[in-house]
């Protein structure tokens, strides 16, 4: 069983930035891959990072690419996304995500998920 919980969710500027924090608790197999989703206002989760647990190869949205990265420490257990110039379309809450199984970006393939932490982006 994996608990995840995430952390560092809050309200600021366009332009601005935010660091989001996901601690995993449990065994994660170098196999799995772990994911950030956002789940807009009136809109259905979608697939933003991610990163694969044992080699790091890193993955993003089109809407992210050159603006967030993501990275893992597997000593803490802890996957991180650094949002820079940050925009109100990427307002949401954000989910961190574990499949067992390997790289996806639907969220039906995931195994674990965690609370969320909203993000706001005024303009």
């Known amino acids: 069983q994996v608990q995840l919980v995430e952390s560092g969710g809050g309200v600021v500027k366009a332009g601005d930035s935010l660091r989001l924090s996901c601690a995993a608790s449990g065994r994660i197999y170098s196999s799995s891959f772990m994911g950030w989703f956002r789940r807009a206002p009136g809109k259905e989760r979608e697939f933003v990072s991610g990163?694969?647990?044992?080699?790091?190869?890193?993955y993003y949205a089109d809407a992210v690419k050159g603006r967030f990265t993501i990275s893992r420490s597997t000593g803490q257990n802890t996957v991180d996304l650094q949002m820079n110039s940050l925009k109100p379309e990427d307002t949401g809450v954000y989910y961190c995500a574990l499949n067992r199984n390997g790289l996806a970006t639907a969220a039906k393939e995931y195994n674990y998920w965690g609370q969320g932490t909203q993000v706001t982006v005024s303009s």
């Open positions: 990163i694969r647990w044992g080699v790091g190869n890193t």
